[in-house]
C-alpha cells in the first residue's frame, strides 16, 4: 500500500502533467517547448516516488532511473520514449531548440504509456484514479470538479460544463471570503436611486417633455449595469491570477450561475453566450472547463489575503438584548449558541461572510471555543 505522503506527491506529479497539456499548442512554438518542461518534470517527480518506493538513491543521470529499478526487479517501461523526451528539454533549455508539435505530442502519449504502467506494474494503483481535485480544499468546489470529471468521462460534456461553472461559482465566494476587502465590489445602477427626488409617474412625464422615454432610459441603466458587472468580474479574476484569456473562453462556454436563498449555486438566470451551444460541448471544452477552475481554485486556495487591518476592532460588547453566536459545522457557518447581552469580549478576527447572512462577523472566544459574532449585534469599544 503507496503512502499518503507518496500519494500526494504522484499527484503533484499529474497536476504538472496536466498543466504541459494545457501549454500544448500548434501554433506556438515557445509555449510548445514549455510544456516539454512541464512534461519532464512531471516525469522526475514520478520516477523520485518509484526510487523512494523501492529504496534507491536517487541518480544523478535521467536515464538511470532505468538502471535502478532493473536491479531491484521492477523493470521500468518506456525508456527510449522518455529519454528522447530528456533530449528535447536539454535542447530547448541548453540551447534554445524548440521542438515540433508532434515530437511534443508523441512525448505526451508517451508519459500516458509510462504512467499508466509504471503505476499499475510497480504502484499497485491506477494512474487515471488519480486527480489533482484532491489538492483542492474548499468541498464545495471539490464534489462539484468530480463531478463534472465524471461526466466529461461519460461523455455527458453538457453536464460537465454546467458543473465546471457551479464549481468556479463557488471558487469566487471563496475568494470573496478571504479577499473581500481587496476586490472591487459591485456596482448598481438603480434609475431610481438615480433620481430620488423623482416618483415614477413623474420620471416618466418629466422624460417624456425632454422627447426620451423612461422605459428606454432605465434598460439603458440596466445594460451599463450588466456590463460594468462583467467589467468588474473580468478585473477581480485577474486580481486573483486567473488567465483573464482562460477566463474569457470558460465565461463563453459556461453558462450563467446563481446563488438561491441557501447560499446553493445553481445553473440559471442571465443570458448566454452564443457560443454556449451543442457544438462546443466537447470533451476538449469540457476539459479546458475543468482544468481552468482547478488552476484558479488552487491560486485561491494558496494566496489567502493574510494582512492585518490595525484599525480593526480590538474589544467589543454585546448588545443589550443579546446575539446568536455561529460556528462552522462541516463546510457551513451555521447558528450553535447564543451569548447574553452586556458582555465584553477580545476580537481574535474579523471576516465577511454571505451566508447566514451577508456581513462582517468577529471571531471571539466563548468558554474556551472560537465562535463568530455578527457586527451587527456587537458596541465596538475599542
Given at each position: 500500500?503507496?503512502?499518503?505522503?507518496?500519494?500526494?506527491?504522484?499527484?503533484?506529479?499529474?497536476?504538472?502533467?496536466?498543466?504541459?497539456?494545457?501549454?500544448?499548442?500548434?501554433?506556438?512554438p515557445?509555449?510548445?517547448?514549455?510544456s516539454?518542461?512541464?512534461?519532464?518534470?512531471?516525469?522526475?517527480?514520478?520516477?523520485?516516488?518509484?526510487?523512494?518506493?523501492?529504496?534507491?538513491?536517487?541518480?544523478?543521470?535521467?536515464?538511470?532511473?532505468?538502471?535502478?529499478?532493473?536491479?531491484k526487479?521492477?523493470?521500468?517501461?518506456?525508456?527510449?520514449?522518455?529519454?528522447?523526451?530528456?533530449?528535447?528539454?536539454?535542447?530547448?533549455?541548453?540551447h534554445?531548440?524548440?521542438?515540433?508539435?508532434?515530437?511534443?505530442?508523441?512525448?505526451?502519449?508517451?508519459l500516458?504509456?509510462?504512467?499508466?504502467?509504471?503505476?499499475?506494474?510497480?504502484?499497485?494503483?491506477?494512474?487515471?484514479?488519480i486527480?489533482?481535485?484532491?489538492?483542492?480544499?474548499?468541498?464545495?468546489?471539490?464534489?462539484?470538479?468530480?463531478?463534472a470529471?465524471?461526466?466529461?468521462?461519460?461523455g455527458?460534456?453538457?453536464?460537465?460544463?454546467?458543473?465546471?461553472?457551479?464549481?468556479?461559482?463557488?471558487?469566487?465566494?471563496?475568494?470573496?471570503?478571504?479577499?473581500?476587502?481587496f476586490?472591487?465590489?459591485?456596482?448598481?445602477?438603480?434609475?431610481?436611486?438615480?433620481?430620488?427626488?423623482?416618483?415614477?409617474?413623474?420620471?416618466?412625464s418629466?422624460?417624456?417633455?425632454?422627447?426620451?422615454?423612461?422605459?428606454?432610459?432605465?434598460?439603458?441603466?440596466?445594460?451599463?449595469?450588466?456590463?460594468?458587472?462583467?467589467?468588474?468580474?473580468?478585473?477581480?479574476?485577474?486580481?486573483?491570477?486567473?488567465?483573464?484569456?482562460?477566463?474569457?473562453?470558460?465565461?463563453?462556454?459556461?453558462?450563467?450561475?446563481?446563488?438561491?436563498?441557501?447560499?446553493?449555486?445553481?445553473i440559471?438566470?442571465?443570458?448566454m453566450?452564443?457560443?454556449?451551444?451543442?457544438?462546443?460541448?466537447?470533451?476538449?471544452?469540457?476539459?479546458?472547463?475543468?482544468?481552468?477552475?482547478?488552476?484558479?481554485?488552487?491560486?485561491?486556495?494558496?494566496?489567502?489575503?493574510?494582512?492585518?487591518?490595525?484599525?480593526?476592532?480590538?474589544?467589543?460588547?454585546?448588545?443589550?438584548?443579546?446575539?446568536a453566536?455561529?460556528?462552522?459545522i462541516?463546510?457551513?457557518?451555521?447558528?450553535?449558541?447564543?451569548?447574553?447581552?452586556?458582555?465584553?469580549?477580545?476580537?481574535?478576527?474579523?471576516?465577511?461572510?454571505?451566508?447566514?447572512?451577508?456581513?462582517?462577523?468577529?471571531?471571539?472566544?466563548?468558554?474556551?471555543?472560537k465562535?463568530?459574532i455578527?457586527?451587527?449585534?456587537?458596541e465596538?469599544?475599542?
Amino acid at each position: 500500500m503507496i503512502s499518503a505522503n507518496l500519494l500526494k506527491r504522484l499527484t503533484y506529479a499529474k497536476y504538472i502533467f496536466e498543466q504541459g497539456k494545457n501549454s500544448l499548442n500548434n501554433k506556438s512554438p515557445l509555449f510548445n517547448s514549455m510544456s516539454v518542461l512541464f512534461f519532464h518534470d512531471a516525469a522526475e517527480l514520478f520516477l523520485s516516488v518509484i526510487a523512494d518506493l523501492l529504496s534507491f538513491k536517487k541518480p544523478k543521470e535521467f536515464k538511470d532511473y532505468w538502471k535502478e529499478a532493473e536491479k531491484k526487479g521492477k523493470p521500468l517501461p518506456n525508456y527510449n520514449e522518455l529519454n528522447a523526451l530528456n533530449k528535447i528539454r536539454v535542447d530547448f533549455k541548453h540551447h534554445g531548440i524548440t521542438p515540433s508539435y508532434d515530437e511534443c505530442l508523441a512525448c505526451e502519449n508517451a508519459l500516458v504509456s509510462f504512467f499508466t504502467e509504471a503505476s499499475k506494474d510497480i504502484l499497485g494503483l491506477d494512474f487515471s484514479t488519480i486527480t489533482v481535485t484532491d489538492l483542492i480544499e474548499d468541498i464545495n468546489i471539490k464534489e462539484h470538479i468530480k463531478t463534472a470529471e465524471k461526466f466529461k468521462d461519460e461523455g455527458e460534456y453538457y453536464q460537465s460544463i454546467c458543473e465546471s461553472a457551479i464549481a468556479f461559482n463557488y471558487a469566487e465566494k471563496v475568494a470573496g471570503d478571504s479577499w473581500h476587502s481587496f476586490l472591487i465590489g459591485k456596482s448598481y445602477w438603480d434609475i431610481k436611486k438615480i433620481v430620488p427626488s423623482l416618483n415614477y409617474s413623474r420620471s416618466i412625464s418629466t422624460f417624456r417633455e425632454l422627447g426620451g422615454n423612461f422605459k428606454n432610459i432605465e434598460k439603458s441603466f440596466k445594460e451599463v449595469q450588466s456590463v460594468s458587472e462583467e467589467l468588474i468580474r473580468n478585473i477581480n479574476t485577474i486580481l486573483l491570477g486567473a488567465d483573464i484569456f482562460k477566463f474569457k473562453r470558460f465565461n463563453l462556454l459556461t453558462p450563467r450561475t446563481y446563488t438561491d436563498g441557501k447560499g446553493v449555486v445553481r445553473i440559471g438566470g442571465g443570458i448566454m453566450s452564443i457560443y454556449h451551444n451543442k457544438v462546443n460541448f466537447n470533451h476538449k471544452n469540457a476539459l479546458f472547463c475543468v482544468h481552468f477552475v482547478i488552476d484558479t481554485a488552487m491560486k485561491i486556495e494558496q494566496n489567502p489575503l493574510d494582512l492585518v487591518n490595525i484599525n480593526s476592532p480590538k474589544l467589543i460588547k454585546i448588545k443589550n438584548e443579546g446575539a446568536a453566536f455561529f460556528q462552522f459545522i462541516g463546510n457551513e457557518l451555521k447558528e450553535a449558541g447564543h451569548v447574553s447581552g452586556g458582555k465584553e469580549y477580545r476580537v481574535l478576527n474579523i471576516a465577511y461572510y454571505r451566508i447566514p447572512k451577508p456581513g462582517f462577523f468577529y471571531e471571539i472566544l466563548n468558554q474556551e471555543e472560537k465562535v463568530k459574532i455578527s457586527a451587527s449585534d456587537v458596541e465596538v469599544l475599542e
